[in-house]
């Protein structure tokens, strides 16, 4: 679907599950953002949960009770994508037999989500960084200005610093878009978050789909969903979890991703594998012992079970990737 409209009232927003340190930092961005009116820019990889995050910022603001409107910028031609954000009048291209509100508009004291933006022409561009500047805008085929108080949430899987230099993406429109940067990392990079995930999903799904609840996944099973790559991230591990329910059991599906994919390397950092550099037994452990209460797990105490099992030279996955994690979000 091109768009959705929603009230608070009319909707279960999604959680934001997790309690890594990346996804702790989120939280902080967005209770610091949700009332500054501020436009915020989500990136990460495709299925790490943008929507999700845009969702709760919209959630947690005053213009909750107000329209959200997503428009996903990579599902329609330029043409087209200008008449739907903006509108048009009638007669003012062929087939335009009736006026048509834009999303700018329908938008006016809510939020318009602006999905993967970093496929906007460049002609576009122009025309949004024009509304961002003067809240102002004319449908198509009109002389007059119409006026919206958006809030501005946009995403995007693509580098845009890297399109801005290539002359692909404006400068300019970057800036205004990013003034509050949010990034959400892979699911690879933080596998503390994985078990919770699963239980959020067993409780989802096994009450829609009129199941059984499936037991929880085995010590074995769980190293296997905790070393497997995710290149899917959230997304893929939400199919997943359906299917597991449907079929109600663990093995025949997840043995699919021992095929599927072989002990983890980041193929951007090089770094090894997690069935090399994180004793999963102790991360597993961690898990069991922590209550559901605590917000994050203990560095330290992972350092500290983990160097008996792994070479001092080396540095555990879980630690290296953390404190990656904190460097990486920003605003």
């Not at 929603?6 to 967005?30: A, D, Q």
């Not at 979890?241 to 043995?255: A, P, Q, S």
Request: net charge positive; with cysteine; glycine share 6%.
């Amino acid at each position: 679907m091109l768009d959705i409209n929603f009230k608070n009232e009319e909707i279960l927003v999604p959680p934001l599950i997790g309690t890594s340190k990346s996804i702790e930092r989120i939280r902080v961005l967005i209770d610091y953002t949700v009332n500054t009116g501020l436009n915020v820019l989500i990136t990460g990889e495709s299925g790490v949960g943008k929507e999700v995050v845009a969702q709760n910022l919209y959630y947690k603001s005053e213009r909750k009770n107000k329209p959200f409107i997503k428009v996903n910028c990579a599902a329609l031609p330029e043409g087209l994508l200008e008449s739907e954000l903006f509108g048009f009048e009638r007669g003012a291209f062929t087939g335009a037999v009736g006026k048509k509100r834009g999303k700018f508009d329908l938008a006016h004291q809510g939020v318009i989500f602006l999905d993967e933006i970093g496929d906007m022409s460049l002609s576009l561009q122009s025309k949004l960084l024009h509304v961002l500047q003067g809240g102002e805008f004319s449908p198509l085929g009109s002389e007059k200005e119409v006026r919206s108080d958006a809030w501005v949430i946009t995403a995007t899987n693509q580098e845009l610093e890297k399109k801005v230099k290539e002359g692909l993406f404006r400068e300019d429109l970057y800036y205004r878009l990013s003034t509050v940067k949010i990034y959400i990392p892979p699911l690879r990079n933080r596998p503390e978050d994985i078990p919770l995930l699963i239980d959020y999903f067993i409780e989802k799904y096994a009450s829609q789909f009129d199941r059984n609840r499936i037991s929880k996944p085995d010590s074995d099973t769980m190293k296997k969903l905790i070393v497997y790559n995710w290149p899917g991230n959230v997304r893929e591990l939400q199919s997943l979890l359906k299917r597991c329910i449907v079929v109600g059991n663990w093995e025949e599906v997840v043995d699919e991703l021992s095929i599927r994919d072989k002990p983890n390397v980041n193929p951007t950092s090089g770094q090894k594998g997690l069935n090399e550099a994180l004793n999963v037994d102790t991360l597993l452990d961690l898990i069991k012992t922590n209550s559901p209460g605590h917000t994050s797990f203990s560095l330290k105490k992972i350092r500290k079970e983990t160097t008996s099992s792994i070479k001092r030279s080396s540095h555990t996955y879980l630690i290296k990737q953390a404190v990656t994690d904190q460097r990486q979000v920003k605003y």
